[in-house]
């Protein structure tokens, strides 16, 4: 019945209001369309707000005001809304979206606005708050306190805003109730992945018990596959707090190290597949080995087999070193300090498997993959030094191919030398005080081990008539590191345990012993190398093995010269040994050969003083002083004759005969100072100084230095240089097996 009504007076609107010609406008009053609101007027004291509409009080005023509009067109779908009777309520949000241009939403809205005022206007002719948000109609305004525009902004949204807060009510139990859980589910998570990778790390740790290949490989596929769920696990994290936005230094430090065990278990994986294989391949080859408790493979096939996983193994290796160079610390000195110590031996291990991959033709030259190659490794003391290390008192003869030990003999240096007659070889100078004849035992003669080696060779052909390849010389001090590690083997036929140090002590005095039930001078040496081989054997510690054995080479205390142009061209690239040959500065290196006929070398303290300065056109001007001293001491004395007594030597004659060999005697050397090519000899002091220019390389100036018992001994000399790079500093170079001495840059 309501819209009906409003229908007739849309109809009565229309009747009055509708033009009889829609291109003309026409006038309409439409104030009798709005309500009528009476208000009484007052006169205020501070405001005539009113007089201009009404001067008497308590009078009632109209509101109304008779408005006048010019309609041009419209129909009847443009004023439904000014015929409701109440408007028509909306929610808050949906009030202050209203479109601007929505002009005739209420009766008030036909009516030409006033200019805009403040929000919330009070229209007095309705009492309520203006509905509309930039257009008011014509009012009276008054200003409404803040806890007014609230409550009615309340009231007039009540319903709406009770809808809303229930739905943010539930929202926000809803959120709470996901934190918590989210919380809780954290919580757990954290917890879960630490007790994982704590396990899990123990089953890294115990891969280096693992003594069977294919227990080692199963094992660490095991491994790889947890760490690997791990690593996925701990992806959500790293996205959240390991990203290029936010880090989390704890989260970092947690998935490097879930990343880095995870690589270590896929190298523990290939190891095992390369150890596996090696096994298979040992236990089908039909080839003896001359060492025993050695398999003997042809290794360079084997290798050349095993590229790939080499290749792999080093891949894994530098995604480690990354992942472990990352965690910068633990918080925990100890921790630090042992994750330091691992880093560094997996860096070992990366330039180790690099180098071989890089030089993989050459070492498989080396392993004489084409033919036979035969080694000679001499094996050196530490207590007569030659120009090239110390005197041999060993040799080991070894033969390869393909890397396969075709033969592996070990002889007395002295045997070879009885094979040399009635070859006689007049020694060179200062070797005829020692001997009358030239011997392959000081064949180690010339600066340059090349030469020596070609002299060996020389040699050896005399005694054999077969030639050498390469050959290696070996100081006596890998043995005793090997024994400082080891502690000591155990020598029944001595009843002594033979340690680092009394090595050099028990075995030259066992060598030189006269009374020993023996076969041969060496023979003691010979019983202590198989025991010692063995127990290196047993030990299987091959990592530390190769790392001594590289650090020695480093250090220029093993030396490594071939016959083959193609193989010394290559070592000398690595720029290891004897680069004085090659160094353009003022260079200086002094070469000692023992001719004392005794072991008072490993007591000899020397040291070296060079001073420099500039002369003219790139001539330096230098003096050489060499101070030598016999440090044997007291204690010394008395340990020699505690091991005397240890090993059973009782006989007084016998007694002195040692001791006059192992210490009680002048040490007397020959030395060459080598320098750059064409010095010149200078002052002398009055020194037995002479020059030697008989080499196109070098130039060296040679003298006799002899050093009593528990004396110094000093001599000096002036030389002028003629470097290739003009800088006065001098370039100190040792020599290898030289120990006990210092060096002193002078001014």
């Not at 009632?60 to 004023?79: A, G, S």
């Not at 009510?169 to 992945?193: E, G, Q, R």
């Not at 030189?512 to 299987?540: A, W």
């Not at 030395?671 to 390389?697: E, M, Q």
């Amino acid at each position: 019945m309501e819209k009906l009504k409003n229908m007739e007076n849309l109809d009565k609107v229309n009747d009055i209001l509708q033009p009889k010609e829609w291109n003309k406008g026409i006038i309409v009053d439409v104030a009798q369309f709005f309500q009528q609101v009476m208000v009484n007027a007052i006169r205020l004291n501070q405001s005539n707000l009113f007089s201009d509409i009404y001067q008497e009080l308590e009078k009632n005023i109209d509101l109304r005001r008779q408005k006048v509009l010019k309609v041009k067109k419209f129909t009847k779908e443009e004023f439904k809304d000014i015929l409701r009777n109440k408007y028509q309520k909306k929610p808050f949000w949906a009030i202050l979206n209203r479109k601007k241009q929505r002009l005739l939403q209420d009766p008030i809205g036909i009516i030409q606005p006033l200019p805009e005022t403040a929000r919330n206007t009070l229209d007095i002719r309705t009492m309520e708050a203006s509905s509309s948000a930039k257009i008011y109609p014509d009012i009276y305004s008054l200003p409404m306190l803040p806890k007014q525009k609230i409550r009615n902004l309340y009231r007039k949204n009540i319903l709406s805003i009770r809808i809303s807060a229930w739905k943010w009510t539930k929202i926000w139990s809803l959120v709470t109730v996901v934190v918590l859980a989210l919380t809780l589910f954290a919580l757990w998570y954290k917890n879960y992945i630490q007790a994982e990778v704590t396990k899990w790390y123990q089953g890294i740790y115990a891969l280096k018990s693992i003594k069977d290949a294919d227990v080692l490989k199963n094992t660490a596929k095991d491994l790889r596959t947890k760490f690997r769920i791990l690593q996925l696990m701990f992806w959500p994290i790293n996205i959240l707090w390991n990203n290029f936005i936010y880090t989390n230094h704890s989260v970092k430090i947690a998935s490097n190290i879930i990343d880095w065990w995870a690589e270590l278990s896929n190298i523990a994986l290939i190891w095992g597949s390369i150890w596996k294989d090696f096994n298979n391949e040992k236990a089908n080859s039909k080839i003896d080995s001359p060492v025993k408790g050695i398999g003997n493979i042809k290794l360079t096939e084997f290798f050349k087999s095993e590229y790939d996983n080499l290749a792999n193994l080093d891949a894994s290796l530098k995604k480690t070193i990354t992942y472990f160079s990352q965690v910068d610390t633990l918080g925990n000195p100890a921790l630090d300090n042992k994750f330091q110590s691992t880093l560094e031996s997996l860096i070992k291990w990366d330039q180790y498997i690099d180098f071989i991959l890089k030089n993989k033709d050459m070492l498989l030259k080396l392993a004489w993959d084409t033919k036979p190659m035969r080694y000679f490794v001499l094996n050196q003391n530490k207590d007569e030094i030659r120009a090239n290390w110390w005197f041999p008192w060993s040799v080991i003869t070894i033969e390869v191919y393909k890397w396969a030990l075709l033969k592996y003999d070990k002889k007395d240096i002295y045997y070879y030398d009885w094979h040399l007659s009635p070859y006689r070889e007049t020694p060179p100078e200062w070797l005829n005080i020692i001997s009358p004849n030239h011997w392959l035992r000081d064949a180690n003669y010339s600066p340059v081990f090349l030469d020596s080696v070609n002299k060996i060779n020389f040699f050896y052909e005399k005694a054999w008539g077969s030639t050498l390849d390469t050959v290696i010389a070996i100081n006596q001090w890998i043995v005793e590191d090997f024994l400082r590690k080891y502690w000591s083997v155990r020598m029944d036929e001595i009843w002594a345990d033979v340690t680092a140090d009394n090595f050099s002590l028990i075995m030259s005095t066992m060598v030189e012993n006269k009374f020993q039930k023996v076969i041969s001078p060496k023979d003691i040496l010979f019983k202590f190398t198989d025991k010692f081989e063995k127990k290196l054997i047993d030990k299987r510690d091959f990592m530390w093995y190769i790392d001594m054995f590289v650090n020695n080479v480093l250090a220029w205390e093993v030396a490594i010269a071939s016959r083959d142009t193609e193989i010394q061209k290559y070592l000398d690239s690595l720029w290891i040994l004897e680069n004085w040959k090659s160094d353009p500065w003022n260079w200086v290196y002094p070469v000692f050969t023992s001719i004392s006929w005794n072991k008072s070398d490993r007591y000899m303290k020397r040291d070296f003083t060079v001073h420099t300065a500039d002369k003219w056109s790139c001539e330096i001007n230098n003096s050489f002083t060499l101070t030598s001293k016999n440090s044997y001491g007291a204690d010394t004395q008395n340990m020699i004759r505690q091991v005397f007594d240890e090993l059973k030597i009782t006989d007084s004659a016998e007694r002195n005969r040692l001791i006059a060999i192992q210490w009680a005697a002048e040490n007397r050397q020959y030395v060459r100072v080598l320098t750059p090519k064409w010095s010149i000899l200078g002052n002398t002091y009055w020194n037995n100084v002479n020059i030697d220019d008989s080499n196109p390389d070098y130039t060296f100036f040679k003298f006799y230095a002899k050093t009593d018992v528990w004396q110094t001994w000093i001599i000096k000399f002036d030389y002028i240089s003629k470097p290739k790079n003009c800088q006065a500093k001098a370039i100190f170079y040792k020599q290898p097996g030289l120990s006990g001495y210092t060096f002193n840059q002078g001014q």
